[in-house]
T-cell receptor, first 112, second 113 residues
Framework: RKEVEQDPGPFNVPEGATVAFNCTYSNSASQSFFWYRQDCRKEPKLLMSVYSSGNEDGRFTAQLNRASQYISLLIRDSKLSDSATYLCVVRILTGGGNKLTFGTGTQLKVEL | ETGVTQSPTHLIKTRGQQVTLRCSSQSGHNTVSWYQQALGQGPQFIFQYYREEENGRGNFPPRFSGLQFPNYSSELNVNALELDDSALYLC????????????FGSGTRLTVV
């Protein structure tokens, strides 16, 4: 079983639609949680951190459920520029250091 | 404030050869980690360096090795290249041994033929 699982998509949605991505993680020792965005052939960039209390950044809302080890991302009023791959990421402590564990990513295509 | 820079941006190598990839960390960051991203996959953790010492390693064979220098820049070395090593190699720098606030470089795209 993968440590972080996501539906790979693609999700094809019309401009203005609301779209939700889900993610589950298996390591209960996971410390921090993030959504990253990755454009084609570019590096991942932090979209937002995810907290149990839920957090919102403009059109983006993220939620963490530690009990069910589940992370979500909601995008409202989607724009053409939101087309990208969205990576669910957890940070796990590893002895003296830590690592980020990525899901395979969910591809979003926003269409006219 | 400079970001994370990686070199080269693209590289083609032959199976069996050795390669060295380089990364300059963001100003103020003392931790560097390396990730391998194969096509259609998420990045996979290779290892992390903090103050010139490796302090975490993923499930990669010993032919993947690294260094961190006193200025916190880093190298990733891969010996005996295999076709499956073809991937985007990403470097991320962060502050502190627990690695808060990761910044990724734009990556080195390695093709092994």
């Amino acid at each position: 079983r993968k440590e972080v699982e996501q539906d790979p998509g693609p999700f094809n949605v019309p401009e203005g639609a609301t779209v939700a991505f889900n993610c589950t993680y298996s390591n209960s020792a996971s410390q921090s949680f993030f959504w990253y965005r990755q454009d084609c052939r570019k590096e991942p960039k932090l979209l937002m951190s995810v907290y149990s209390s839920g957090n919102e950044d403009g059109r983006f809302t993220a939620q963490l459920n530690r009990a069910s080890q589940y992370i979500s991302l909601l995008i409202r009023d989607s724009k053409l520029s939101d087309s990208a791959t969205y990576l669910c990421v957890v940070r796990i402590l590893t002895g003296g250091g830590n690592k980020l564990t990525f899901g395979t990513g969910t591809q979003l295509k926003v269409e006219l | 404030e400079t970001g994370v820079t990686q070199s080269p941006t693209h590289l083609i190598k032959t199976r069996g050869q050795q390669v060295t990839l380089r990364c300059s960390s963001q100003s103020g960051h003392n931790t560097v980690s390396w990730y391998q991203q194969a096509l259609g996959q998420g990045p996979q953790f290779i290892f992390q360096y903090y103050r010139e010492e490796e302090n975490g390693r993923g499930n990669f064979p010993p032919r993947f090795s690294g260094l961190q220098f006193p200025n916190y820049s880093s190298e990733l070395n891969v010996n005996a290249l295999e076709l499956d090593d073809s991937a985007l190699y990403l470097c991320a720098s962060s502050g502190g041994d627990r690695g808060y606030g990761y910044t990724f470089g734009s990556g080195t795209r390695l093709t092994v033929v």
